[in-house]
């Protein structure tokens, strides 16, 4: 747990991934199967990875809040706090766009991904909404798929 800990606190990325890799190799040489001993061994690697990509504490979303600024990154349907399936891109040390699925509607509290900027919200292609702030709320209906991208670049294209 520490290492989730670890990124949850901001902890440099590039120290974590070194570490992680290290863990896993440890755990991988403690049987002759390279299987890890315990669930709880083999859990750490991608549930660490799964925070660093997509991390949604206390029901607030953030999306590459800590990852490293120059290796590119994307995930497609992480499960997040308050039932969103999260979907994103990491190119050029900049979030390309968030797609946010929800399944009961809740309301989505997100950190801004584009600092000082604010934000367009997409349905069905179509803007429906524009949102500014350090932290956003998204509001959503069950079943509703909304991407997010960086406001005047139009649709997101590498969205699904």
């Given at each position: ?8 606190v ?30 709880e061994?083999g ?9 660093m ?18 290796k ?12 969103f ?11 390309q ?10 309301d ?5 991904p ?11 292609g179509?803007?429906?909404?524009t949102?500014k ?7 959503t ?20």
């Amino acid at each position: 747990s520490m290492y989730p800990a670890a990124v949850r606190v901001g902890y440099d990325p590039a120290t974590i991934l070194k570490n992680l890799q290290n863990l896993f190799f440890a755990n991988s040489a403690r049987t002759d199967s390279g299987i890890p001993r315990s669930l709880e061994e083999g859990s750490t690697v991608p549930n660490t990875i799964n925070e660093m990509l997509c991390m949604s504490h206390r029901q607030v979303l953030r999306v590459f809040a800590v990852w490293p600024k120059e290796k590119d990154a994307r995930f497609w349907n992480l499960r997040a706090e308050g039932a969103f399936l999260v979907s994103s891109a990491f190119k050029g040390g900049q979030v390309q766009f968030v797609e946010v699925h929800s399944e009961k509607g809740r309301d989505c509290t997100f950190v801004n991904p584009w600092p000082g900027k604010t934000v367009d919200v997409f349905t069905d292609g179509k803007k429906v909404d524009t949102l500014k702030g350090e932290r956003m709320v998204l509001k959503t209906k069950p079943g509703g798929t909304f991407v997010l991208g960086l406001s005047g670049t139009g649709y997101p294209a590498e969205a699904g």
